[in-house]
């Protein structure tokens, strides 16, 4: 958990970046908002729960506030504001712009410590739902909502890249799985796809993309040449039906047919939409021409 802490008062600081770290947590402070908002936006950094001084020169904790809030973190900070005095409605203005907890100096740390606790609960819970929306339950892989969402990231790093690189985006359909359902029923097809989840898994590098997409469709993302992709499409073609599914006495071949549009950066202002349509279309030939198979 990493704590950022905003104050200008150095000796504020380091009380309470002590009870940071007494609690377990990571404190990393900042004397006013730039230096804040340098820490927010450092991906290594990116702090879960922000503690900001109300009295501050130039932006103040409320305004700080409201600035972090308009940033729409993809995780939603949990904001503590400190203020050593109650005066003018100071506690409501600061819930209003969207802090979560109010304290008032001097700062008791037992209490202190208890509040950090409670910002740690509530974001474990943000992350736990987060990394539920994202997930297949079924393969553990990304879901399409994340596959989309993903594919945006890496296509928007693409267009402001300065290198000649290139992205290849592949849609990929188990091949007559229909047949192993009606064949083995639908609890060894729900393991086929475990598996096949799991050899798309590890053809590719950890930061590529692997997402089930539909039922037994699969989207996969890597940074790569059109020779690459080729290198790709053969390991994850080699991966699925090199050997056997093996279930007790059940022994099954499954193949997959792969189609595979490659993006330059001169493609970006295409939308995601439009490469898994041209994906989806070579794919569909793939199907035409035997399965087993891929296209770029
Ligand atoms: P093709 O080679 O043309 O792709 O043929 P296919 O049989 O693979 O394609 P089709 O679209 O006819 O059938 C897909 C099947 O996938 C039908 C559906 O019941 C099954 N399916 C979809 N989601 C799941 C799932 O979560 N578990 C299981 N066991 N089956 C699923
Ligand atoms: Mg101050
Ligand atoms: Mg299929
Ligand atoms: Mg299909």
């Known amino acids: 958990m990493h704590v950022l802490i905003v104050d200008d008062n150095e000796i504020d600081c380091i009380t309470i970046s002590s009870f940071v770290q007494k609690a377990g947590m990571n404190a990393l402070i900042a004397n006013n908002a730039t230096q804040a908002f340098e ?3 450092n991906r290594d950094t990116t702090p879960e729960i922000i ?4 009295m501050m020169p130039e932006v103040n904790g409320l305004e700080l506030c409201q600035k972090i809030r308009a940033l729409n973190l993809s995780l939603t900070p949990y904001i503590i504001m400190i ?4 005066l003018g409605q100071i506690e409501r203005k600061a819930l209003d712009v969207g802090a979560d907890d109010f ?3 001097p700062i008791h740390g037992a209490v202190f410590i208890a509040r950090l606790r409670v910002g740690e609960r509530i974001v474990k819970m943000q992350q736990k739902l987060l990394s ?3 997930t297949d339950e079924l393969t553990s892989l990304l879901n399409r909502r994340a596959a989309i969402k993903a594919c945006e990231t ?3 790093r693409l267009a402001r890249s300065d290198k000649s690189t290139s992205h ?3 849609i990929a359909d188990i091949d007559f799985f229909k047949q192993i359902n009606d064949t083995y029923g639908h609890l060894i097809g729900d393991r086929v796809l475990i598996d096949v989840s799991n050899r798309i898994r590890n053809s590719i590098r950890p930061f590529e993309t692997a997402a089930r997409f539909g039922g037994e469709e699969f989207l996969i993302y890597c940074e790569a040449t059109v020779e690459e992709a080729d290198i790709i499409l053969r390991r994850l073609r080699q991966a699925i039906a090199s050997s056997e599914y093996s279930y007790n006495n059940i022994s099954i071949n499954v193949t997959m047919s792969f189609g595979c549009v490659v993006i330059n950066k001169h493609d970006t202002k295409h939308t995601i939409n439009e490469f898994i349509k041209k994906a989806d279309d070579l794919l569909y030939e793939v199907k035409n021409d ?3 198979n891929y296209k770029l």
């Open 168 to 170: 290849c985006l592949i």
């Open 132 to 134: 539920l929306a994202d």
């Open 154 to 156: 890496h296509l928007a």
């Open 290 to 292: 035997g399965r087993n």
């Open 39 to 41: 820490i927010i936006s």
């Open 83 to 86: 203020t050593s005095n109650s």
């Open 103 to 105: 304290i008032e100096k």
């Open 51 to 54: 503690v900001v001084d109300w």
